[in-house]
């Protein structure tokens, strides 16, 4: 049964950076499509990166250039480094397998104020 623990998020000022960090067990890591959801007060959420197990990377247009997720398939981990952050930025992230439809860790908490 697949379980992710997301951890790195806080309370940042607008055009800082964090590091999110996300633990994944019960699933064969490496072969997995991993990606970064967010889900801000009143929208739904959204997948703003996602990464094969052999690297290729995509991001939404709101995050690219600025975002950069990554994985250790060693350590069953993916990361996001989130760069020149904005207060739009500010949501729940939240990541998981692509392939897994009804699984939702707790998520880590991102905002972006001054």
């Known amino acids: 049964q697949v379980h992710v623990v997301e951890s790195g998020g806080g309370l940042v000022q607008p055009g800082e950076s964090l590091r999110l960090s996300c633990e994944a067990s019960?699933?064969?890591?490496?072969?997995?499509?991993m990606g970064w959801y967010r889900q801000a007060p009143g929208h739904q959420r959204e997948l703003v990166a996602s990464?094969?197990?052999?690297?290729?990377?995509n991001y939404a247009d709101s995050v690219k250039g600025r975002f950069t997720i990554s994985r250790d398939n060693a350590k069953s981990t993916v990361y996001l480094q989130m760069n020149s952050l904005k207060p739009d930025d500010t949501a729940v992230y939240y990541c998981?397998?692509?392939?897994?439809?009804?699984?939702w860790g707790q998520g880590t908490q991102v905002t972006v104020s001054s």
């Open positions: 998981k397998p692509l392939a897994i439809l009804n699984y």
């Open positions: 019960g699933i064969i890591f490496s072969i997995n499509e």
């Open positions: 990464i094969t197990g052999r690297g290729r990377i």
